[in-house]
Every structure is written in C-alpha cells, then in structure tokens.
C-alpha cells in the first residue's frame, strides 16, 4: 500500500510540477517587456537571496545565464544578468527541487 502511494504522491509532484512551470513561462511571455531589466552582480544578489560571492561562481561555472561585457580576455568584466533570464533559471531550479521531493 505504501508503494502504491508513493507512485500517486509522484504522479501529483510531476503534475503540479508541470502546471506550475507552464502558467509560469506564460506569465513570463506576457509580461516580459514590463518587468525585463538589466542587474549588475550585487543587485541579481540582493534579488534572489545569495551573495555576491555565490552569483560570480555560478557565473565562472556557467550554471546562471549571465553576459559579460570588456576587452576580450580583460580579468575584470562588467558581468550583467537579465531579470526575466533570471526569472526563468529560478523557475528551473524551483522545478528541479521539486520534482526531487525537496
């Protein structure tokens, strides 16, 4: 019975899971020219919670979109995040840890 549970229990993650992302993507796509916006490193920081130190790393590791902007090969870069490319990769992450159960 416990299994049989569990099977249910992952079949409803996977559903909501699913909705959620996709009401999220369409309300994204409507409101993309409001709310798009270009953040330096301390403001993507401030807006979702981390570090300064967290958002350099992941932008090192490449696992947030980012663009960096100065002379090819220049240590220093002005690094610069999209809100709404911010947006959609927090939408990922929520959607990856909930389908793992977290």
């Known amino acids: 019975?416990?299994?049989t549970w569990d099977a249910f229990d992952s079949v409803i993650r996977t559903i909501v899971?699913?909705?959620v992302?996709?009401?999220?993507?369409?309300?994204?796509a409507e409101f993309a020219g409001l709310i798009d916006k270009t953040l330096?490193?301390?403001e993507a920081a401030t807006?979702?919670?981390v570090s300064e130190k967290l958002i350099y790393r992941m932008c090192q590791e490449g696992s947030i979109p980012?663009?960096?902007y100065g002379v090819t090969g220049s240590k220093?870069?002005?690094i610069k995040l999209r809100l709404s490319d911010l947006e959609a990769w927090r939408a990922e992450q929520?959607?990856?840890?909930y389908k793992k159960g977290s």
């Not at 929520?94 to 840890?97: E, L, P, Q, T, V």
């Open 1 to 3: 019975m416990d299994r």
């Open 17 to 19: 899971a699913e909705r």
């Open 21 to 28: 992302s996709e009401f999220e993507n369409r309300l994204r």
């Open 40 to 42: 330096d490193v301390a």
């Open 47 to 49: 807006h979702i919670g």
């Open 66 to 68: 980012h663009e960096r």
């Open 76 to 78: 220093r870069p002005a």
């Open 94 to 97: 929520r959607a990856a840890n």
